[in-house]
Nanobody, 124 residues
Framework: QVQLVESGGGLVQAGGSLRLSCAASGRTFSVYNRGWFRQAPGKEREFVASISRNSGNTYYADSVKGRFTISRDNAKNTVYLYMNSLKPEDTAVYYC?????????????????WGQGTQVTVSS
């Protein structure tokens, strides 16, 4: 079992930056690929970014590519999402998740552990 807790969300102006963190406890953190997803009001949850177990591979949604960076620190059992050049359309609840698949993916159903989410609001 893995427990995930996100933090770092908040209110920021367009063009600003935020860093989200997701701390894990429970089973060995490093065995799981990790991902970030988000859900805006009235919309379905969507993939944002993912990172493989050893940080060798990262993947991004086209909408955040070049602005967001995912990283992980296995010694601290934590994954990060650095968000720059934020836009109002980035407003959503952001969730971190863990996946036991061979490779990190963008497929929500591959992720079996989820955090409770953290709100990010970008004002125009």
């Amino acid at each position: 079992q893995v427990q995930l807790v996100e933090s770092g969300g908040g209110l920021v102006q367009a063009g600003g930056s935020l860093r989200l963190s997701c701390a894990a406890s429970g089973r060995t953190f490093s065995v799981y690929n990790r991902g970030w997803f988000r859900q805006a009001p009235g919309k379905e949850r969507e993939f944002v970014a993912s990172i493989s177990r050893n940080s060798g591979n990262t993947y991004y949604a086209d909408s955040v590519k070049g602005r967001f960076t995912i990283s992980r620190d296995n010694a601290k059992n934590t994954v990060y999402l650095y968000m720059n050049s934020l836009k109002p359309e980035d407003t959503a609840v952001y969730y971190c998740a863990a996946s036991p698949t061979v490779r990190a993916t963008a497929v929500m159903n591959d992720y079996i552990y989820w955090g409770q989410g953290t709100q990010v609001t970008v004002s125009s």
